[in-house]
């Protein structure tokens, strides 16, 4: 059992994402929608959103559209106050929702921005992870660079030696990764070994570890999780979905957590229509956390995690902002309108 954390801190960059509207392609007509967003700040808005205390540690530039940003994560209930606030350029992505034979896609606009230029010296971890208990970071800030990579792993070996419980959600980027390392695996593993937790599957293992995981289904997801906790020992539980695509907006997602002693594994669930899946692997990060907080087993746990992901794929934008009745009611059946 993990011990509920009394405050969370999520390091990472948040973003702008710009999004072509459904059933059209990018300038087809003169708008674009625009969401806050990005991997760690949308698991600290799902989490502020069940009733935990979280706090972003990031860099925002100074302006107007930082200030926008910003104000998106107050509303929602987190702490921003250890944002800094350097001159420079907010990271974009531009999210192309796709069509039937057309996948969805993301553009990246991020290099250069005011997260990735800040140096090892902008970050005073005695300072930023002082009342923390948690701190979840995830596999997009190192892919972001050099200074970036430096950070994520000074942030986990800091909050390790501190005491404070580490959660690594692996977020393959490979559009990022591909601008400047060819060994991604080489720079993740010092961070993961610092980790408590691991949100990653068979193919996240297969990229850390250097092997091909050939099993079929569960088989394969429980091989893949003992090969990660042998190698890490530090780990004690890794927590993974399998989706299967069924048609464009119709998935139908399982989820899992495996220990070194036993695994637990939720029932299918079918997932129709699919409004947005971005954002949805962090909302199964914060479900699952927050489960595990509650004291919930590895199966109930694995299935908060998918009910706030289940939640997520029908709204847009990158966050998930239910509540935790919300969550524990949720039904995953067609259900008449509540009067």
């Not at 808005?45 to 925002?60: E, F, H, N, P």
């Not at 079929?216 to 530090?234: C, H, I, K, N, Y």
Request: proline share 6%.
């Amino acid at each position: 059992m993990i011990k509920a954390p009394a405050s969370i801190a999520c390091f990472g960059e948040i973003v702008m994402r710009v999004s072509v509207p459904h059933g059209e392609l990018p300038l087809q007509s003169a708008r674009f929608e625009a969401h806050a967003g990005g991997a760690e700040a949308n698991v600290a808005v799902a989490l502020a959103a069940l009733g935990r205390k979280t706090a972003m540690i990031s860099a925002v530039p100074e302006g107007p559209i930082g200030d926008g940003v910003l104000g998106e994560l107050r509303r929602h209930g987190v702490d921003v106050a250890s944002v800094l606030r350097p001159a420079g350029r907010m990271g974009l992505y531009y999210y192309l929702p796709g069509g039937p034979m057309r996948p969805p896609e993301v553009v990246y606009d991020r290099a250069g921005s005011a997260f990735a230029e800040a140096g090892p010296a902008d970050w005073n971890w005695d300072r930023l992870l002082g009342d923390a208990g948690w701190l979840h970071v995830s596999g997009v800030t190192p892919a972001l660079g050099p200074r970036s990579a430096e950070a994520v792993l000074e942030a986990v070996t800091r909050a390790r030696a501190g005491g404070i419980g580490v959660s690594f959600d692996g977020n393959w980027r490979g559009r990022l990764w591909e601008r400047w390392q060819r060994d991604p695996a080489a720079i993740l593993k010092p961070i993961v070994a610092q980790a408590t937790l691991l949100f990653g599957n068979h193919r996240d293992a297969g990229l850390l570890l250097g092997q091909e995981f050939s099993g079929e289904g569960p088989d394969r997801r429980r091989e893949a999780a003992l090969a990660l906790l042998d190698r890490f020992p530090s780990l004690e539980y890794i927590a993974s979905t399998a989706r299967e695509i069924v048609g464009p907006d119709v998935h139908r997602i399982t989820a899992r957590i495996d220990t070194r002693d036993d695994s637990g594994a939720s029932d299918p669930v079918v997932v129709a229509p699919v409004i947005d899946r971005v954002g949805t692997g962090d909302a199964f990060a914060a479900g699952v956390l927050d489960g595990l907080w509650q004291g919930k087993g590895l199966v109930d746990a694995a299935r908060n995690g998918l009910a706030l992901s289940v939640l997520k794929h029908g709204i847009r934008g990158d966050f998930a902002p239910f509540s935790r009745p919300v969550v524990d009611r949720l039904s995953h059946v067609a259900q008449d309108i509540a009067r």
